[in-house]
C-alpha cells in the first residue's frame, strides 16, 4: 500500500512516496546516512532492519512497494521485502541494479515492484517480480506514479491514478509545492483510495521527498501521515554527489 511519484527536473528530478501501512506495525526510523560499498546512502529503515526507499551519491534512488495484484506468497520463511532496496542502493546504473537483482535469492521473498531512477543517463527501470520470473520495464524520464493497495490494488489505481492524472493540469504541476499537495491529497474522500490514505486498520504513516540537483541529493522525511503538516517536511540531511 504504496503511492510513488516522479517529476523530472532540468538538472535531475524529485521522487515523492506515501508510505502506507498496518497501524498495528512498528514504526518506521527517519532516514539516516549509510555507508555501502564505499557510496553513501540515505534511507529511512524499518526496526529490524530494510527500507523501502533510498538514494545515493549519484543521484540514483530506488523505491519498492509491494504488489498485491499477484495473490501468491511465500509459503516458508519468507524474506523481507525491506532487504530489497538496500541490497541495491549503492549502484548508480540500471545495469549496475539488474545484475544486483539477479543475484539475489529471490524465490523467498514477495512480490514486490522495484522502482529505480538513474539521474545520469535520465533513465527509470522497474522490475516486477511475481514469485516466478523478474520482468525489467523501461520508463520514459517523465512525470509519472506507481500505486499499490493490499485493499483493492485494482480500484485503488483507478481512482487515485485519475486523481493524478487530473492533477497533471495544474499551473504548478511538478514543483515540491505540487508533489506535498498530492501526496496530502484525500480526494476524492479521505479512505482506502485516496493519496494520503486512511482505513480503520491502516492509513500512510510516512512520506519521503527526494530531490536531486547538480549540487547533489537529499531526502526529506515526515513521520505521519502528509495531512497532518501542512508546513513542510522535516529535512534529515544532505547527500554530496561521489566526485
Not at 555501502?36 to 530494510?50: M, S, T, Y
Not at 485494482?154 to 491514478?161: S, V
Not at 494520503?196 to 486498520?201: E, I, P, S, V, Y
Amino acid at each position: 500500500m504504496c503511492t510513488v511519484t516522479f517529476s523530472p527536473r532540468r538538472r535531475g528530478y524529485a521522487l515523492a512516496m506515501n508510505r502506507d501501512e498496518k497501524l498495528s506495525r512498528a514504526t518506521g526510523l527517519p532516514p539516516i546516512r549509510h555507508l555501502i560499498q564505499g557510496r553513501n546512502v540515505l534511507a529511512p529503515c524499518e526496526p529490524g532492519g530494510g527500507t523501502w526507499i533510498s538514494v545515493n551519491d549519484s543521484g540514483a534512488a530506488f523505491a519498492l512497494i509491494n504488489w498485491y495484484a499477484i495473490a501468491a506468497q511465500v509459503e516458508i520463511n519468507p524474506v523481507s521485502r525491506g532487504k530489497v532496496v538496500f541490497a541495491v542502493s549503492a549502484v548508480a546504473t540500471g545495469e549496475g541494479a539488474a545484475n544486483v537483482l539477479a543475484q539475489m535469492p529471490l524465490r523467498s521473498v514477495n512480490p514486490f515492484r522495484l522502482i529505480g531512477a538513474f539521474p545520469a543517463a535520465q533513465e527509470i527501470r522497474e522490475w516486477r517480480w511475481d514469485l516466478k520470473k523478474l520482468v525489467q520495464v523501461a520508463h520514459p524520464w517523465r512525470l509519472q506514479q506507481w500505486i499499490s493497495s493490499g485493499f483493492d490494488e485494482a480500484k485503488a489505481q483507478q481512482i487515485r491514478g485519475g486523481f493524478f492524472e487530473s492533477a497533471t493540469g495544474q499551473k504548478s504541476v511538478g514543483s515540491l509545492a505540487w508533489l506535498r499537495r498530492l501526496h496530502r491529497s484525500h480526494a476524492p474522500a479521505a479512505g482506502p483510495f485516496s493519496t494520503c490514505m486512511h482505513r480503520a486498520d491502516a492509513a500512510t504513516v510516512s512520506y519521503s521527498e527526494v530531490r536531486v540537483t547538480s549540487d547533489g541529493a537529499k531526502m526529506n522525511y515526515l513521520a505521519g501521515a502528509p495531512c497532518q503538516c501542512t508546513s513542510g517536511v522535516i529535512n534529515h540531511g544532505a547527500l554530496m554527489r561521489a566526485s
